[in-house]
T-cell receptor, first 116, second 113 residues
């Protein structure tokens, strides 16, 4: 079974608009972490944001915020005020602290295109 | 800035060849990882290492081996390359066990003919 699901293979957003990239996960581990990475066309993966399963507040990093809904097992990435440089692949990922401490499981990715 | 470098951006090999992919990080990180990336599948972990001479299998270790003789260098070896190993290979490092952020190299696109 897929541990990380990203149901949107491709998304378009107008420049300066906000966009939400969906991510749902599946784990029975009580302690886990959720990540988002960005991969521009250059190929290098860039860490964006992290949310721990016990964190009470949603994580934010500049224009990025993680909408964490634990009961729904969802960890959507919200990008505010989209810029042309946000066009990239975005990967949701999870680390299960008790099951596999060092391993990070990645989803299939969502391709975001920002339109001028 | 943390820098993770990979020996080649593009590599073309023939079926049955032995292939070495090299990865070097310059920030004294303990953990190093090898992933392969295929469209629609995301990144899948091949092997990782949390110390010199230590290695752990990831989700898809079959057909691969690794070597970590020095802390800064982590090599991925394809003993006998096959066409189904054509893929993008990404190396990453992180400071220590349990540390969240992984730093990635630019990737090696390997084609096996």
């Amino acid at each position: 079974a897929q541990k990380i699901t990203q149901t949107q293979p491709g998304m378009f957003v107008q420049e300066k608009e906000a966009v939400t990239l969906d991510c749902t996960y599946d784990t029975s581990d009580p302690s886990y972490g959720l990540f988002w990475y960005k991969q521009p066309s250059s190929g290098e993966m860039i860490f964006l944001i992290y949310q721990g399963s016990y964190d009470q507040q949603n994580a934010t990093e500049g224009r990025y915020s993680l909408n964490f809904q634990k009961a729904r097992k969802s960890a959507n990435l919200v990008i505010s005020a989209s810029q042309l440089g946000d066009s990239a692949m975005y990967f949701c990922a999870m680390r299960e602290m008790e099951t596999s401490y060092d391993k990070v499981i990645f989803g299939p990715g969502t391709s975001l295109s920002v339109i001028p | 800035d943390v820098k993770v470098t990979q020996s080649s951006r593009y590599l073309v090999k023939r079926t049955g060849e032995k292939v070495f992919l090299e990865c070097v990080q310059d920030m004294d990180h303990e953990n190093m990882f090898w992933y392969r990336q295929d469209p629609g599948l995301g990144l899948r972990l091949i092997y990782f290492s949390y110390d010199v001479k230590m290695k752990e299998k990831g989700d898809i270790p079959e057909g691969y081996s690794v070597s970590r003789e020095k802390k800064e260098r982590f090599s991925l070896i394809l003993e006998s390359a096959s066409t189904n190993q054509t893929s993008m290979y990404l190396c990453a490092s992180s400071l220590e066990r349990g540390y969240n952020e992984q730093f990635f190299g630019p990737g090696t696109r390997l084609t096996v003919l």
